[in-house]
């Protein structure tokens, strides 16, 4: 049995003069540890998926299972979002912002906030804790949304674009530092990207998506060589560019 | 030339800016008194109907003397900073009711344009006969005048926060009332602060036609009595002392919003 299980979803977008479908037949499944990528252009529903495996939404149909059980937004924090962009409080300094999770489930206190500070650190926030959001910059801010999305020691990562508004520089570094804390904890992710080069530098399995309405196009196995590499060195692996290759021949094909 | 002479230089100029402005400002004041006074003594103006600086001033002091400045202040100022708070409380109030439940919204919807488009002063004949001829229903002219255009304004501006932000609390499996105090109010702190301005204005104008329709005590009453005996110095000296305290109700509203709002 798979860690997290994507049955058969459908999804619809109802309005009053439109009913626009913008999922269609979608089912994969997600090991535990494992780190997969949704690659697609814009508008194929990537965003849509995430959020109803976050549970913000129910689908159409289909059902989605997280170690065989369905899933709930309010339940026990089993998913963590994480948006293209930050969406820290701005008035909240990044140490509360960090905390957000744990005082919403008044856990804010003793342990669980000397262990939430920790992770300040581990992203290389340390002793940023009293500032302000607007005080960091973008790759800092981005790094706190992930100490925020980790606080509550999620099951699953849900990663929509979230290098997609940093320069590249930033990006590169960014994707070197999620790649090793998410192995370090061993956590599940989804990342969705409309990046070829990111989804092959940072993922083990990429999906494919075509538009309109979104299915999965396509399935790559990114190879052993790569998957092992941390992002900034797979780019440079010879693996790399052949994969790239093929991708992006699959996603010329899909345009026509 | 280094940067340091460069940058006192530029510090000069801006003082002597600031003192120019200042310059100009206490030169209005001189010359709007100067010249009023001047135009009375000679007689260019009534002055029966506009009266003179200097016998605003004396009457002033005689006012003040007899204590019957101070009570009438008084009970105009308690009226209006209280309609002021409860129209701004409930009118935030009812925009987090309505953010709270949509359908509540919808329904209301046409009913909070008509009410805001009534002239609420036009109500208050019904409010004195409902309140009876005390200070009650002074405060609730000043409440109900600006408790429809704050639910408006402060719903209005409680959609307008960034959905995104809600979704980061409801992937926490933040609860409605979580979302509310966590970033619907928080984001909308400026927006409420802007109607306290506005509202200072609004809730003077409620309470001051409420004394004149009262007709029993406070500074409206004073304008309306000076009118009717024909006494316009009093009328005058009741305006100032209006303009007095709506200016320093408008400092206090702008002193709290620096401390509330940081960014
Ligand atoms: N709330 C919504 N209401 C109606 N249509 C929507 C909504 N959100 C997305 N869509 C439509 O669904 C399709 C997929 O959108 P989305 O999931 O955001 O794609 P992606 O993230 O891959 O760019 C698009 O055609 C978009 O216009
Ligand atoms: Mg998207």
């Known amino acids: ?256 | 030339m280094n940067i340091e002479q460069l940058h006192s230089q530029y510090k000069t100029s801006l003082k002597k800016e600031n003192r120019l402005i200042r310059f100009y400002q206490i030169l209005i004041f001189i010359v709007f008194f100067s010249s009023w006074e001047l135009f009375s003594r000679m007689r260019w103006i009534d002055p029966l109907i506009f009266s003179s600086p200097s016998k605003v001033w004396h009457l002033f002091i005689k006012k003040l003397g007899d204590g019957t400045l101070l009570s009438h202040s008084g009970v105009t100022l308690f009226e209006t900073v209280l309609g002021f708070i409860i129209g701004t409380l409930l009118g935030t109030i009812l925009a987090s009711l309505l953010w709270w439940s949509p359908r509540l919204s919808k329904t209301l919807d046409p009913y909070l344009v008509i009410l805001n488009a009534m002239p609420k002063v036009a109500l208050g004949p019904i409010i004195i006969v409902a309140f009876g001829p005390g200070f009650p229903s002074i405060i609730s002219m000043g409440a109900i005048i600006s408790i429809i255009i704050t639910t408006i304004v402060v719903y209005t501006a409680f959609r307008e926060v960034d959905p995104n932000y809600l979704k980061v609390l409801q992937t926490f499996g933040a609860t409605r009332a979580q979302s509310f105090r966590e970033a619907i109010l928080p984001a909308s702190f400026p927006t409420i602060i802007s109607t306290l301005k506005v509202n200072v204005g609004l809730s003077w104008v409620g309470v001051i036609v409420g004394e004149f329709l009262v007709s029993a005590k406070g500074l409206g009453y004073l304008i309306i009595y000076g009118f009717q005996v024909f006494n316009f110095t009093l009328v005058m000296l009741s305006l100032m002392i209006i303009a007095f305290f709506a200016t320093i109700m408008y400092q206090l509203v702008e002193l709290l919003e620096r401390k509330l709002i940081k960014d």
């Open chain 1, 1 to 256: 049995m798979s860690f997290l299980k994507i049955q058969d979803i459908h999804h619809t977008y109802f309005s009053n003069q439109t009913a626009a479908t913008a999922l269609a037949d979608i089912s994969l499944d997600i090991e535990k540890g494992e780190f997969v990528s949704f690659l697609g252009p814009s508008g194929c529903g990537k965003t849509t998926l995430l959020s109803i495996i976050a549970g913000l939404f129910p689908p159409t149909s289909g059902k989605i299972l997280l170690e065989n059980n369905p899933l709930k937004a309010d339940s026990d924090f089993s998913i963590g979002y994480m948006l293209q962009q930050d969406y820290l409080f701005p008035w909240k300094t990044i140490e509360e912002n960090v905390l957000l999770g744990l005082k919403l489930i008044k856990k804010n206190e003793g342990l669980e906030k000397i262990k939430t500070l920790k992770l300040l650190s581990d992203v290389g926030l340390g002793g940023t804790g009293k500032l302000y959001p607007r005080e960091l910059s973008g790759g800092m801010r981005q790094r706190a949304a992930l100490a925020r999305t980790l606080a509550v020691d999620p099951k699953i990562l849900l990663l929509d674009e979230p290098f997609s508004a940093l320069d590249y520089q930033t990006k590169l570094k960014l994707e070197d530092l999620v790649f090793e804390i998410l192995k370090s904890f061993g956590k599940t992710a989804v990342l969705v990207t409309h990046d070829i080069g990111e989804a092959i530098a940072m993922s083990d399995r990429i999906y494919l998506f075509s538009a309109k309405p979104g299915r999965i196009y396509k399935t790559f196995e990114v190879p052993d060589e790569l998957r092992e590499l941390t992002p900034f060195h797979a780019r440079n692996h010879p693996h790399y560019s052949a994969l790239f290759q093929t991708i992006w021949k699959e996603l010329e094909s899909l345009e026509y």
